[in-house]
């Protein structure tokens, strides 16, 4: 077993994974971070591990260090890290790893890449798409869907560029202006994707995978939109919550399967069209729709805030489950979670998303904070001598935990309340109210 783990990244998903891989207990952490995230670092610490502050985004670098400190196993997280190749060095160095290398993870950083891989596999769930590098055709395309579609840069942009018709874009008109503004600036790459308009309820299955076995972890409702009510621009999440079991109020035990059977296709038809086998942990983004389950996109790691709600739930050691994705013997573990609710919310800065305002203290009242049964996880953040200040994006998570949905969404707003300063959240999320509204839309959809 492998006791030296590195962890590359520094935001709440990552405090999340520290903190679950440190429930072993002869885990020693090490943590290759972009800034010092002061709870990743503690765990370190307390492990007997180490964390360094550095560009993680820098192959040479992170293999570098890694080899110095003898690690065993590593665990590179966010998704430009996956792009950069990290992963790829460490194993240069014969260090395993239980994340994709950068050809694996392309079926996040390159949305065209996975689209032909589905339709080349004839993989269900694929929405009406056309890719364009230029504008040629592209009005055209958007006319032929009605003028009902998403515009979505085809590379990274942290989970903010995709705008839809009728949500964020008017009408078809800004929907072309965006595209355009998309291939002018080079937004996530050179290319856009224009993919037919889906109504229904969005969700999130993550599966951890070797590349033939994919174990699916309880499906999350994550929510994008700024504001109350689903309003306002795209955010990199502004809060999730799971239900009890696998699936959510809204979503079937067949739409859980069917979003699992995706899944396993696109692993399936990774390897057999790219001679690419994915192992980490896949994350696919569906909407449950009358017409069925169509997968929206598909990422290379676990979503930020959906990793803290299914950690949380996870009873088999995270530690054990790496080493098993690592050993390509996935399916000979048995993963188990618990039945409680979880529902997670995001304090972030005032000005958030467009221009966060400057730096400024963050006061946490530990007496409130343990009377909430809440749980932070720290974000973007600036640890100083003087104690913690707001950056540039989203500050803190706070987890609450409790045997139903209401139970835990209690526990997250009064945890909430336990952090003062110049911070905002969204107080629907995993209200009573917002969830109803769920419900009630996927059946009003299923009636027609």
């Known amino acids: ?26 885990v020693q952490l090490y943590a290759y971070m972009s800034a010092r ?14 964390s360094k502050v550095g560009d993680i985004h820098n192959p040479a670098l992170v293999g570098d260090w890694a080899q110095a400190k003898g690690i065993e196993l590593a665990f590179p997280s966010p998704d430009a890290v996956l792009a950069a190749g990290i992963c790829d060095e460490l194993v240069k160095f014969h260090i395993p790893v239980a994340a994709p290398l950068k050809s694996a993870a392309r079926i996040e950083w390159d949305k065209s890449f996975l ?15 056309g890719f364009f590098r230029t504008t040629d055709g592209l009005n055209g395309f958007i006319d032929s869907l009605g003028g009902q ?9 942290g989970g903010k560029g995709v705008a839809v018709v009728g949500l ?27 993919e037919e308009k889906l109504e229904g309820e969005e969700f999130t299955l993550q599966c951890f995978c070797d590349g033939r076995t994919l174990l699916p972890m309880p499906a999350v409702q994550d929510h994008k939109a700024a504001h109350v009510g689903d309003l306002g621009p795209n955010t990199g999440g502004m809060g ?57 996109e598909i990422n290379a790691r676990f979503g930020d805030p959906e990793a803290i709600n299914v950690l949380a739930l996870l009873e088999t050691p995270l530690a054990d489950v790496l080493e098993a994705i690592a050993d390509r013997r996935l399916g000979k573990i048995e993963i188990t979670w618990k039945t409680e609710a979880t529902v997670v919310k ?13 730096p400024s203290p963050i006061t946490i009242d530990a007496k409130k904070l343990k009377s909430s049964k809440a749980e932070l996880y720290y974000a973007s953040v600036d640890a100083r001598e003087d104690g913690i200040h707001t950056a540039s994006s989203r500050s803190i998570a706070v987890l609450g935990i409790g045997k ?6 209690k526990s997250a707003e009064a945890g909430c309340g336990a952090v003062t300063g110049p911070l905002w959240h969204r107080e629907d999320i995993g209200t009573a109210a917002l969830i109803k509204k769920r419900i009630e839309h996927m059946k009003e959809l299923k009636k027609r």
């Open 404 to 409: 139903s949905i209401e139970e835990a969404e």
């Open 37 to 50: 995230n002061p709870g990743i670092d503690e765990l370190c610490k307390k492990s007997g591990g180490e």
């Open 149 to 157: 579609v998403a515009v979505k840069p085809i590379g990274l942009t």
């Open 346 to 358: 995001y304090l972030v800065p005032e000005g958030y998303p467009s221009k966060a305002v400057a």
């Open 115 to 129: 689209r032909q891989l589905m339709e080349k596999g004839r993989v269900p769930g694929c929405p009406k798409n």
């Open 168 to 194: 964020q874009l008017k009408d078809a008109a800004e929907a072309k202006s965006y595209a355009r503004s998309i291939l002018d600036q080079r937004i996530g790459g050179d290319g856009v994707i224009i």
């Open 1 to 26: 077993m492998a006791s030296k783990f590195l962890l590359v990244g520094s935001g709440a998903r990552e405090h999340a994974i520290a903190q679950s891989l440190c429930k072993r207990e002869d």
């Open 240 to 296: 999730s919550y799971t239900d009890t079991g696998m699936l959510l109020p809204f979503l079937t035990a067949t739409e859980f399967e069917e979003a699992h059977k995706i899944l396993q296709k696109v692993a399936r038809i990774l390897e057999l069209e790219a001679n690419i086998r994915f192992s980490g942990v896949m994350y696919g983004q569906f909407m449950a729709t009358a017409k069925g389950i169509y997968l929206i």
